[in-house]
């Protein structure tokens, strides 16, 4: 198997700014939650509970979606503040490969999935437009150099960025392209849309406000780093990190500044906002939540290694990955750990969560599922014929994964 070299690390992140289950058990390092000990309530099960036949709840009700789940694919990160949570059932047994799709070059685009098809770049500079049901090209788009972003979709219209310095608006049936705007670096930062106008960052330092209809720059904030990460809207508030080391809460309306946090290394991470909390890791090794109101840190964990992966929140537990090859699970509240998982190699890719799982990938070639609470691996995949490394967030809509890989194929998982 190709392994990612190292030195192609903070390259690939500038560029862009299973066979079996493991025999090891997850770390576990806190109790569980009161409502699952093992002591009667006495009171009936609330609407949305199971209990077992102790009297216990085994289950709480289900989160509200804040999103309707038909359109979750189409949504960066799945939800609107990038919480990584798909709410359906999820792959709950190990999946075979429904189709894989083969590209020129790596792909370190996460797809989007609208009207059954899969849209996503590969580092060869192609966007592509591929037949959900049977993995087929409907239609290609070509730049002059590699696709890092995931695609936006909004009325009618996909958006993405290109290392080609240029941020693209494509019809999103024909593939013809609507208008392109020219940066003075390379796009990493996959974008987002609302209210008629589309937001990203560029390696040029600057963050970009632009009509969605028409390409038209609305505004500009300039940061004294690159920007790779994705924002994240709240209410009238866009979230983003740059490599300087800032997270940035701007007025999207203005582009005027409301505040900052600083860490001791960039941030290439996506924000996800959950209960007036951002959460977002940085190189310097550390995973921060950061509270809105008091725009200060309301605890911090410390890894042992630089933190990539933007994390996934859900039912009071935030999940991301970092370098040192763990998969963390840490309470919302507190910070404290959960459980951990340690895979064969660094995490680099967002992890996703459906069906009472998390899903999520490594350099060492494997998509792993491992209960939310527990970390206890449900299943592993990894293609026997050329597995690599997992470079984007799964996404799991219809009763299928969706993911790519260093070995330039974009799968299809049931």
Same mark, same amino acid.
């Given at each position: ?38 002591? *009667?309530?006495?009171?009936?099960? *609330? ?110 219209? /996909? ?186 190699? *660094? /995490? ?67």
């Amino acid at each position: 198997m190709r392994r990612l070299p190292a030195f192609l690390v903070p390259l690939l992140l500038s560029l862009l700014v299973c066979t079996a289950s493991r025999a090891e058990e997850p770390v576990k390092t806190e109790q569980p939650e009161a409502a699952e000990q093992t002591a *009667k309530t006495g009171e009936a099960p *609330k609407e949305g509970e199971k209990v077992n036949g102790d009297g216990v709840v085994t289950e709480s009700p289900p989160e509200k979606p804040p999103v309707d789940p038909k359109i979750q694919g189409s949504i960066y990160r799945a939800t609107p503040r990038h919480t990584g949570v798909y709410y359906n059932d999820g792959l709950q047994k190990r999946p075979k490969i429904r189709w894989k799709f083969e590209t020129e070059r790596w792909i370190y685009s996460t797809p989007a999935v609208c009207d059954g098809l899969v849209f996503f770049g590969s580092m060869g500079g192609n966007f592509y437009a591929v037949d959900l049901a049977k993995g087929e090209q409907r239609w290609t788009f070509k730049v002059d150099k590699g696709i890092g972003t995931a695609p936006a979709i909004d009325n009618g219209t /996909i958006y993405f960025g290109a290392s080609d310095d240029r941020f693209y608006a494509l019809d999103i049936k024909t593939g013809q392209e609507k208008w392109n705007v020219k940066t003075g670096g390379k796009i990493a930062s996959s974008p987002a849309v609302q209210d008629g106008v589309v937001y990203f960052g560029s390696a040029d330092r600057n963050f970009y406000a632009v009509k969605a209809d028409v390409g038209k720059p609305l505004w500009m904030f300039r940061t004294k780093g690159y920007i790779g990460s994705a924002p994240t809207i709240d209410g009238d508030t866009i979230y983003f990190g740059s490599d300087d080391g800032n997270l940035y809460a701007l007025n999207r309306l203005t582009g005027a500044e409301k505040w900052n946090f600083h860490t001791g290394n960039g941030i290439s991470t996506t924000p996800a906002i959950s209960d007036g909390i951002v959460f977002l890791g940085s190189a310097d090794g550390n995973f921060y939540a950061l509270d809105i109101e008091t725009e200060k840190p309301a605890w911090t964990f410390d890894t042992g290694g630089r933190v990539y992966s933007s994390p996934a929140v859900y039912d009071g537990i935030v999940y991301f990955g970092s370098e040192d090859g763990n998969l963390y699970a840490v309470d919302v509240k507190t910070g404290k750990q959960k459980w951990r998982y340690s895979t064969g190699d *660094k /995490i680099f890719a967002e992890p996703s969560i459906a069906g009472g799982l998390v899903y999520f990938g490594s350099l060492d070639g494997r998509l792993f599922a491992a209960d939310l609470k527990t970390g206890k691996i449900k299943w592993t995949f990894k293609d026997d014929d050329g597995a690599d490394a997992v470079l984007t967030s799964p996404v799991i809509v219809d009763g299928v994964l969706i993911f790519g890989s260093w070995n330039k194929f974009l799968y299809c998982l049931q």
